[in-house]
């Protein structure tokens, strides 16, 4: 068999952190270059996962807590590679930050990242898509079955004294649910996956397939229009991003759901208007809702919160240790790829 061609070869020397790169690249006075990167901004108590990757790879890292577009204009001129976590990274950013050539963001979603500006700018623009797919599947699975089986107002109930079973009725059979999935990304493939163990019917829609109604994915998961999928389905699960789908429901859409159907989001707020879902709740258009995120979060003051049959948890359906480590582990790996020139594993905007 041909061995692995040079750029795979310096690719798992650097990303192993094999001890020739170390020596090469973490040593000063051996000629090489010791690259040094930054960090814009970020919440997680440690970084020892990404440290573990950078010394590894001859990198020195600078953690900053830049908030604003002048803060990051002024704080990260030295660097050609970044992370990011919710800074805003905008026209203004790009121009003010000439030597830019890369920046990884922690986690999926990019909107606080104008992508046309960074590739007007050369920059490239990444994240980590794949880092907690089971976990945010599993919270809508989480949400979905909480919903479904009433469990958040029967343990108010109960917890008042409240034993009777007659309160949450009615109920409906798992193998007797439609679930319809929209976008059908990694985690809307998974959250089907978990479901279809369920044995529920699943329906999709996924904007990328527009003209594939009708069409079977995967033997079970059957493609149909989004207003049909709105109309039949008894749950209705978003794993959409925000850059594609802001505003997809509103008023219009909730009205076309069934009264006995529940809502979930773990994907983005801005995707559903929160004011059309208070009243949809309000007026029982719908039977509940979850979300794990909002608009604008913290979510203070929502009226959401007075509807006992919406769920509401802290952007945290990415979370578990694993996917914690994970996510910081690609990041760095991803910014070490760039530091040296590598191909990029998950590069959004081209071509720059």
Not at 35 to 60: M, P, Q, T, Y
Not at 105 to 114: K, S
Request: proline content about 5%; glycine content about 8%; aromatic content about 8%.
């Amino acid at each position: 068999m041909p061995g692995p061609c040079c750029s795979c070869r310096k690719e798992a020397q650097v990303l192993r952190g094999l001890p020739n790169a170390i020596e090469i690249t973490s040593k000063k006075g051996t000629g090489q270059l010791m690259h040094r990167v930054g960090i814009s901004d970020c919440d997680h108590e440690a970084l020892e996962e990404e440290k573990a990757v950078f010394e590894k790879n001859g990198i020195a890292f600078v953690l900053h807590q830049c908030r604003t577009e002048d803060e990051l204009i002024r704080e990260l001129q030295e660097y050609e590679v970044i992370g990011n976590q919710y800074a805003p990274l905008t026209e203004k950013v790009f121009r003010g930050l000439p030597r830019l050539k890369c920046v990884v963001r922690y986690g999926v979603g990019v909107d606080n990242i104008e992508l046309e500006a960074a590739t007007r700018h050369g920059v490239k623009i990444c994240n980590v898509p794949d880092y907690g797919v089971q976990e945010v599947a599993g919270h809508a699975a989480a949400f979905m079955l909480a919903l479904s089986r009433k469990i958040v107002p029967m343990n108010s109930g109960v917890k008042r004294g409240r034993w009777n079973y007659e309160a949450s009725i009615p109920i409906t059979r798992f193998n007797r649910m439609v679930v319809g999935i929209i976008g059908l990304g990694r985690i809307g493939k998974c959250f089907a996956g978990i479901v279809r163990g369920l044995d529920c019917r699943i329906i999709a829609y996924d904007s990328k397939d527009k003209g594939c109604s009708g069409k079977i994915i995967d033997n079970y998961i059957e493609v149909v229009s989004f207003p049909r999928l709105l109309k039949t389905a008894d749950v209705v699960s978003v794993h959409t991003p925000l850059e594609s789908s802001r505003g997809l429901i509103g008023e219009k859409e909730l009205r076309l759901m069934k009264t006995t159907a529940y809502l979930i989001n773990v994907s983005r707020g801005g995707i559903i208007d929160e004011e059309a879902l208070e009243k949809a709740l309000a007026n029982k258009w719908i039977a509940g809702a979850a979300c794990d995120v909002f608009e604008k979060e913290p979510p203070a003051g929502t009226p959401l919160f007075k509807h006992e049959n919406f769920i509401a948890t802290p952007h945290m359906a990415w979370y578990s240790e694993q996917a914690s480590r994970e996510l910081k582990t690609k990041l760095a790996e991803e910014m070490t790829r760039a530091c040296y020139g590598l191909p990029l594993k998950y590069q959004l905007n081209w071509p720059v």
